[in-house]
């Protein structure tokens, strides 16, 4: 009689997703724990957003993997950019994510 608890087990394939996973969980929380405690927890959202413009750019004909994360990393950076040097007294660190992810929308919908 085999147990079909541990029957998965024996591939590697699922113990390294189960080790990838045990990983993954354990930065992301200390991670995340360190972005909600500086206030940046609209920062993440507002990036991931951010670099759909850097996808959107990459003509279609020519949209091969390498490319569009490329285009990603490009519009990444710049978001990242625009927001590590807002001025600090003009405006909430919130106000200035908010503005670069609605820009970012805007932009490609132009």
């Known amino acids: 009689m085999t147990n079909t608890l541990l029957e998965p087990l024996q591939y590697g394939f699922i113990v390294r997703a189960i080790l990838a ?9 200390i991670v995340g724990t360190f972005i909600v405690l500086r ?5 993440g959202d ?14 279609a004909g020519r949209r091969r993997t390498g490319a569009a994360v490329l285009g ?6 710049l978001a990242a950019s625009a927001l590590a040097h807002q001025p600090r007294r003009a405006t909430e660190e919130d106000t200035a994510i908010g503005v670069v992810f609605a820009g970012a929308f805007a932009w490609v919908s132009r």
């Open 21 to 29: 996973s045990v990983i993954v969980g354990v930065v992301c929380s």
């Open 39 to 43: 206030g940046m927890a609209f920062f």
């Open 46 to 59: 507002a990036l991931a957003h951010a670099i759909l413009p850097g996808v959107a750019v990459v003509p």
């Open 72 to 77: 990603a990393l490009v519009a990444a950076l």
